[in-house]
C-alpha cells in the first residue's frame, strides 16, 4: 500500500510575492545604474542631476541588484529562483535599455512600474 500523499497547500493571503518584487527591485536598479552614467543623467534626472550624486546612485543600483537575488532566493526552490533572477535580470536591463535608445521617459515609466511591482508584491 502506498503512503498517504501531502496535500498542497494554498499560498495564504498575507504571502508576499518575492518574484513581483524582484522585478521591481531589477527595474529600480537599472534605472539607478542607467541615472550614475553622466550620459544618461540628464535625461533622466533632469533637474534633480545636480541634487544626487553619481557614486550614491551607483551604490544604491548594486544593493538594489543583492535585495532582488535575496528576494528570489527567498523562494523554496531556490536553482529555480537563480534562473529566474537571471531572466529577470536580461529583461530589466533590455527595458531600460530600449528606453534610452527610443525616449527616457519610456525609462522613468519602467522605473515606476518597478515601484508599483514592489508594492503590489507585498500586497500579493
Same mark, same amino acid.
Given at each position: 500500500?502506498?503512503?498517504?500523499? %501531502? /496535500?498542497?497547500? +494554498? *499560498?495564504?493571503? !498575507?504571502?508576499?510575492?518575492?518574484?513581483?518584487?524582484? =522585478?521591481? #527591485?531589477?527595474?529600480?536598479?537599472?534605472?539607478?545604474?542607467?541615472?550614475?552614467?553622466?550620459?544618461?543623467?540628464?535625461?533622466?534626472?533632469?533637474?534633480?542631476? %545636480? /541634487?544626487?550624486? +553619481? *557614486?550614491?546612485? !551607483?551604490?544604491?543600483?548594486?544593493?538594489?541588484?543583492? =535585495?532582488? #537575488?535575496?528576494?528570489?532566493?527567498?523562494?523554496?526552490?531556490?536553482?529555480?529562483?537563480?534562473?529566474?533572477?537571471?531572466?529577470?535580470?536580461?529583461?530589466?536591463? %533590455?527595458?531600460?535599455?530600449?528606453?534610452?535608445?527610443?525616449?527616457?521617459?519610456?525609462?522613468?515609466?519602467? =522605473?515606476? #512600474?518597478?515601484?508599483?511591482?514592489?508594492?503590489?508584491?507585498?500586497?500579493?
Amino acid at each position: 500500500m502506498a503512503p498517504p500523499r %501531502a /496535500r498542497a497547500r +494554498a *499560498p495564504s493571503p !498575507r504571502q508576499v510575492a518575492p518574484g513581483m518584487i524582484a =522585478a521591481g #527591485l531589477t527595474m529600480l536598479a537599472f534605472f539607478a545604474l542607467a541615472a550614475a552614467m553622466p550620459r544618461h543623467a540628464p535625461s533622466l534626472l533632469g533637474a534633480w542631476t %545636480a /541634487r544626487i550624486s +553619481a *557614486p550614491a546612485l !551607483r551604490a544604491l543600483g548594486w544593493v538594489l541588484l543583492v =535585495a532582488a #537575488l535575496m528576494a528570489t532566493l527567498w523562494a523554496t526552490d531556490w536553482p529555480l529562483a537563480l534562473v529566474t533572477w537571471f531572466g529577470m535580470l536580461t529583461a530589466s536591463a %533590455a527595458c531600460m535599455l530600449l528606453g534610452l535608445s527610443y525616449d527616457a521617459r519610456i525609462a522613468r515609466a519602467a =522605473a515606476v #512600474l518597478g515601484a508599483i511591482g514592489i508594492v503590489a508584491g507585498m500586497l500579493d
